[in-house]
C-alpha cells in the first residue's frame, strides 16, 4: 500500500494521532465531565494537541531510539 521509504513517517502519524486522541479525550473528560459540548471541547483540545505531538515525536523519537539501543547493546 505505502512505500518503505514512508514507514517513519507513517509511524509517527499514526502513533502522535493515537497517542493524542487518547491523552486529549481522557484530560477532557477528567477535566470537564461529559456533557452536551463534550465532543466540541475534545475536539478543540484535539485539533491543538495533534500537531505538538507528531512535532513531538519527530524531535524526540531519534533520541529515544538512540538511548534504547545503548541501553539494549
Do not use: E, H
Not at 495533534?50 to 538512540?66: D, M, S, T, Y
Request: proline residues 3%; hydrophobic residues 55%; positive net charge.
Amino acid at each position: 500500500m505505502f512505500k518503505k521509504k514512508y514507514s517513519n513517517f507513517l509511524f509517527t502519524l499514526i502513533v502522535g494521532s493515537l497517542m493524542s486522541l487518547l491523552m486529549t479525550i481522557l484530560i477532557t473528560f477528567i477535566n470537564t465531565g461529559f456533557d452536551n459540548q463534550f465532543f466540541y471541547r475534545f475536539f478543540k483540545a484535539w485539533v491543538i494537541s495533534l500537531p505538538i505531538a507528531i512535532c513531538a515525536i519527530l524531535i524526540v523519537g531519534p533520541f529515544a531510539r538512540k538511548l534504547t539501543d545503548k541501553l539494549i547493546n
